[in-house]
C-alpha cells in the first residue's frame, strides 16, 4: 500500500512536473513564435522596402530613357521635316521644268506631226496622181475582205450582240460608200 | 403599224458575152440602152422594188458578165439564185443556146435546183426573114422547151419589161405553192393588181414551140419592131450607128475613159446592194437566220470576187490608156477589142 500510495505520490509529483514542464515549453514556443513573427515582419519589411526602391530606381531609369528617346524623336523629325520642306522644293522646281519640257514637247511634236502629214500627203497626191480611184477601191477591197471575216463569225455571236454587230458592219460600208463616191 | 412581209428575189441574169444582158436590165432598171458596147466587167447589180399592200417585193438583178475572161461559170454565181433568164442571141442562136444548156443551166441544176429559168432570145430586132428557117431548126435542136421562152429585144423594148413580169409571177406562185399560201395570201392578185395585168397578159408574151414554125414565128419577131423602130432625132440615128460597131478601139482614149467611169461608177453602186444585204439579216425571221447568213456570206463573197475583177480591170485599163504626150495621136489608128 505504500507502495502504492508511494506510486502515486510519484504520479502526482510528475504530472505537476510535467505540467510544468508543457507550461514552461508552451512559454518557450509561444516566445519563439513571437520571435519569429516578430523577424518575418521585419524582413517582409525590409524586403518590402528594397522592393520600392529597386522600383523607384527603375522608374527613374525609364523615364530618363524615355525623355532620351522623346529627345530623338523630336530632332528626328525636325530633321526629316526639314528634308521633306527641301524635296518638296525639289520637286515643285522639277515639275514646273516637266511642264515646260512638256508645253514644248507637244508644240514641237504638233509641229512636226504637221510636217510629217504635209509630207506624206504631198508624196501620196503625187504617187497616186490620177489614181485615186484605184487606191480607194483598193483599200475598200481590204476592208471588205475583214467585213467579210467578221460577217461570217456573226452565228457564234450571242443574240444581244447580233443586232449590233450588224449595224457595226454596215455603218462600215457606209462610211466607204461615202468615201468612195467619186 | 401593219407590218409588212420583205421579199428578196435573186434573179441572175446569164449568158454569153454580148447577147443583150445588160441592155435588159438598164431597161427594165429604168436605165438608158448603151450607146456603145461594153462588157460588163464581172458582175453588176441592179435593184427593182414592187409595193404592194402588204408586201414589199424586192428584185435584186445580178447581171453576170459573160466574158470568158472574167468567169461567168464561176459557182458562186449560181448558188441561191431564185429565178434565172438564161440568155441567147436570136441572131446567133447556135453558140450561145448549146452554151446555155450545158454550162449554165447545168450549174443551176446543181447549186440552185429550185430556181425558176426562163430562156430569153434576145436580138429578136436583128431576126433576118431568111433567118427564120434556120433560127427554128436550132430553137428545136437544142431542147429549149425544157423552161420557158421569151423573145426580147432591148433595142426595141420588146417583151423586156413583161419577161422580168412574168419571172417574177412565177417565183409568186413558186412561192405560193411552197407552204407559205397563209403568209402570202392574196400577194399574186395583188402583184397583178399593181401591174394592172391578167395571168394571160402576162403568159402571152411565151412562145411554144409546138405550135410554132418557119412560117409563123415572124408573128412573134417581125410586127412589134417595125411598129417601135423609130429614130426621131440625129442622135437616135448616131447611136444607131455606133450600135452596129460594137468593136471599140483601145486605142481611143475617150472609149476608155468612158469603160473605166463604168467601171467605177458600177464598183460604187454595188455599196448600197452590201449595206442591204446585211441589214437584211434583221429582218429575217429565226428560223431562216443560219440559211440567210451562208446565203448572204456567198453573195459577199462573190462581191468581193467582183469588186477585185473590176479593180484589175481598171488597172488594166489604166495602164492602156495612152500617156498624154501621145494623146493627138489616140484616135483609133490601131483598132483592138476590149
Known amino acids: ?182 | 403599224m401593219k407590218s409588212i412581209n420583205e421579199i428578196n428575189l435573186k434573179l441572175a441574169v446569164l449568158g454569153e458575152g454580148g447577147v443583150g444582158k445588160t441592155s435588159l436590165v438598164n431597161l427594165y432598171s429604168g436605165k438608158a440602152f448603151p450607146t456603145i458596147y461594153i462588157p460588163t466587167i464581172g458582175s453588176n447589180i441592179a435593184r427593182k422594188e414592187y409595193k404592194l399592200e402588204n408586201e414589199h417585193i424586192r428584185i435584186n438583178i445580178w447581171d453576170i458578165g459573160g466574158q470568158r475572161s472574167f468567169n461567168p461559170l464561176n459557182p458562186s454565181f449560181f448558188a441561191n439564185i431564185d429565178a434565172a433568164f438564161l440568155v441567147f442571141d436570136l441572131s446567133n442562136p447556135k453558140e450561145s443556146t448549146i452554151e446555155l444548156q450545158k454550162a449554165y443551166l447545168n450549174h443551176i441544176k446543181e447549186k440552185s435546183p429550185d430556181c425558176v429559168v426562163i430562156y430569153l432570145g434576145n436580138k429578136s430586132d436583128l431576126v433576118k426573114p431568111e433567118s427564120f428557117g434556120s433560127l427554128m431548126n436550132n430553137l428545136n435542136q437544142n431542147h429549149l422547151d425544157e423552161n420557158p421562152l421569151i423573145f426580147t429585144s432591148a433595142k426595141t423594148q420588146d417583151n423586156v419589161v413583161e419577161a422580168f413580169e412574168l419571172m417574177i409571177y412565177k417565183f409568186l406562185k413558186k412561192l405560193e405553192s411552197g407552204g407559205f399560201t397563209t403568209q402570202f395570201k392574196n400577194i399574186i392578185p395583188s402583184f397583178l393588181n399593181l401591174l394592172n395585168k391578167k395571168e394571160e397578159d402576162l403568159t402571152r408574151v411565151l412562145i411554144n414551140l409546138d405550135s410554132i414554125d418557119s412560117s409563123t414565128i415572124h408573128m412573134k419577131i417581125s410586127p412589134k419592131i417595125r411598129k417601135k423602130v423609130i429614130y426621131d432625132s440625129i442622135e437616135d440615128i448616131n447611136n444607131r450607128i455606133v450600135l452596129e460597131t460594137p468593136v471599140i478601139s483601145i486605142n481611143n482614149k475617150l472609149h476608155l475613159e468612158k469603160i473605166k467611169t463604168d467601171v467605177i461608177k458600177a464598183f460604187n453602186e454595188n455599196f448600197k446592194f452590201i449595206k442591204d444585204l446585211i441589214l437584211d439579216i434583221k429582218r429575217t425571221p429565226i428560223d431562216q437566220l443560219l440559211k440567210k447568213i451562208d446565203a448572204t456570206s456567198s453573195d459577199l463573197e462573190v462581191l468581193k470576187d467582183d469588186f477585185e475583177i473590176k479593180l484589175d480591170t481598171v488597172l488594166n485599163l489604166e495602164s492602156r490608156l495612152p500617156s498624154s504626150e501621145f494623146e493627138n495621136d489616140s484616135n483609133g489608128k490601131k483598132g483592138g477589142e476590149v
Do not use: C
Not at chain 1, 513564435?33 to 527603375?58: F, G, P, S, V, Y
Not at chain 1, 525639289?90 to 514641237?108: F, M, P, W
Not at chain 1, 452565228?155 to 443586232?163: C, G, S, V
Open chain 1, 1 to 182: 500500500m505504500d507502495q502504492v500510495n508511494k506510486l502515486a505520490g510519484e504520479n502526482v509529483e510528475l504530472k505537476k512536473k510535467l505540467e510544468i514542464d508543457v507550461k514552461n515549453l508552451n512559454e518557450k514556443l509561444e516566445y519563439r513564435a513571437k520571435k519569429n513573427e516578430d523577424e518575418i515582419t521585419r524582413e517582409t519589411l525590409e524586403i518590402k522596402k528594397m522592393l520600392q526602391t529597386t522600383q523607384d530606381r527603375i522608374e527613374e531609369t525609364i523615364n530618363v530613357q524615355e525623355e532620351i528617346i522623346m529627345d530623338m524623336i523630336k530632332k528626328f523629325n525636325d530633321e526629316f521635316y526639314k528634308h521633306k520642306s527641301d524635296v518638296l522644293q525639289d520637286l515643285e522646281s522639277i515639275k514646273n521644268q516637266q511642264d515646260i519640257l512638256r508645253i514644248s514637247y507637244t508644240v514641237n511634236e504638233a509641229k512636226l506631226l504637221e510636217m510629217i502629214k504635209t509630207v506624206i500627203t504631198k508624196e501620196l497626191s503625187n504617187n497616186i496622181k490620177g489614181q485615186q480611184s484605184e487606191t480607194l477601191m483598193r483599200i475598200w477591197i481590204e476592208e471588205f475582205k475583214d467585213i467579210i471575216k467578221k460577217f461570217e463569225k456573226i452565228k457564234d455571236l450571242p443574240p444581244q450582240d447580233f443586232n449590233a454587230r450588224l449595224d457595226e458592219l454596215s455603218s462600215i460600208v457606209n462610211s466607204f460608200k461615202q468615201k468612195i463616191q467619186l
